[in-house]
């Protein structure tokens, strides 16, 4: 499956950006899909991952109440509504997908990777 992230872009600290992940070529509904970012200078770390269904979902301890994962399977599209945005959340954020029933939260496990997209948090 190929994977087209978009949606980052610059905002204020306390505002709200929603990331977008498009897939194509594969069946969606069969992948358990996650967002990961990576800082400057710092390594890619999980943000958020949700099921194959939609009835799971994990988050990264310092998003969980202010980040927010779905998908619309026929769509083929998994989302991430990010809200309270803050300067530590400055990122390139990257869309991921494992064809999996069970959600992981390392990078190792996922195997199709979209470009990135660039959140830019300002003071």
């Known amino acids: 499956v190929q994977l087209q992230a978009s949606g980052g872009g610059l905002v204020q600290a306390g505002g709200s950006l929603k990331l977008s992940c498009a897939a194509s070529g594969g069946t969606f509904s069969t992948y358990a899909m996650a967002w990961f970012r990576q800082a400057p200078g710092k390594e890619r770390e999980f943000v958020a991952g949700i099921t194959w269904n939609g009835i799971s979902r994990n988050y990264k301890d310092s998003v969980k109440g202010r980040f927010t994962i779905s998908r619309d399977n026929a769509k083929k599209t998994v989302y991430l509504q990010m809200n309270s945005l803050k300067t530590e959340d400055t990122a390139v954020y990257y869309c991921?997908?494992?064809?999996?029933?069970?959600?992981?939260?390392?990078?190792?496990?996922?195997?199709?990777w979209g470009q990135g997209t660039l959140v830019t948090v300002s003071s």
């Open positions: 991921a997908a494992a064809r999996s029933i069970a959600l992981y939260t390392i990078s190792i496990s996922y195997d199709n």
